[in-house]
């Protein structure tokens, strides 16, 4: 049972464009949200969070939507860098407890 | 330098045999949890911690225990290792959780290898 799901396993993009990466949440007692981005042979890396009192939050090229009625967020990436190839995992949690649920990841290629 | 260090980073072991993994951070942080990175699964939280003597399961404890003795360490004990124990394990720390634009810190990973 699967309560976080990217359903893209990988998404390729074009220098410059924006990057769009999507997730999707089954669990109604989430809210507290998080992207973290992973290279190979690293731990994850924290990149944007978002509470479920807001639907948007900006942090420079990064942009967390979120749609609590469609329990859907998504990740905005503009422009897009060859840097930013790496895994993103969408990962959800409950402020009252201290559980978090990773997404698979989607393997996100920027091209040149 | 503020991290999470976790040790050691490499281990091939036999089914059976105890070992642990010991997991420190030097950020005074009060939340710490463990995690297992598998191929096409993700990340899976095994336990978790909120402060020092509390802790609980996550999605996927079954062969794990933890101990939170002290705020800085939380070790991951298998007491009796199998190969779909075999994976990449992650310990990571956060200050508080939850907190809107508080993140948790990874550590570098340690690769388990179960004959």
């Known amino acids: 049972d699967q309560q976080v799901k990217q359903n893209s396993p990988s998404l390729s993009v074009q220098e410059g464009r924006i990057s769009i990466l999507n997730c999707d949440y089954t669990?109604?007692?989430?809210?507290?949200f998080l992207w973290y981005k992973k290279y190979p042979a690293e731990g994850p890396t924290f990149l944007i969070s978002?509470?479920?009192?807001?639907d948007k939050n900006e942090d420079g090229r990064f942009t967390v939507f979120l749609n609590k009625s469609a329990k859907h967020l998504s990740l905005h990436i503009v422009p897009s860098q060859p840097g930013d190839s790496a895994v993103y995992f969408c990962?959800?949690?409950?402020?009252?407890?201290?559980?978090?649920?990773f997404g698979q990841g989607t393997i996100l290629t920027v091209h040149p | 330098e503020a991290q999470v260090t976790q040790n050691p980073r490499y281990l091939i072991t036999v089914t059976g045999k105890k070992l642990t993994v010991t997991c420190s951070q030097n950020?005074?942080?009060?939340?710490m949890s463990w995690y297992r990175q598998d191929p096409g699964l993700g990340l899976r939280q095994i336990y978790y911690s909120m402060n020092v003597e509390v802790t609980d399961k996550g999605d996927v404890p079954e062969g794990y225990k933890v101990s939170r003795k002290e705020k800085r360490n939380f070790p991951l004990i298998l007491e009796s290792p199998s190969p779909n124990q075999t994976s990449l394990y992650f310990c990571?720390?956060?200050?508080?959780?939850?907190?809107?634009?508080?993140?948790?810190?990874f550590g570098p990973g340690t690769r388990l290898t179960v004959l």
């Open positions: 669990n109604s007692m989430f809210d507290y």
């Open positions: 990571a720390s956060s200050l508080l959780f939850g907190r809107a634009g508080d993140t948790q810190y």
């Open positions: 990962v959800c949690g409950g402020t009252s407890y201290g559980k978090l649920t």
């Open positions: 978002i509470s479920s009192i807001k």
């Open positions: 950020m005074n942080h009060e939340y």
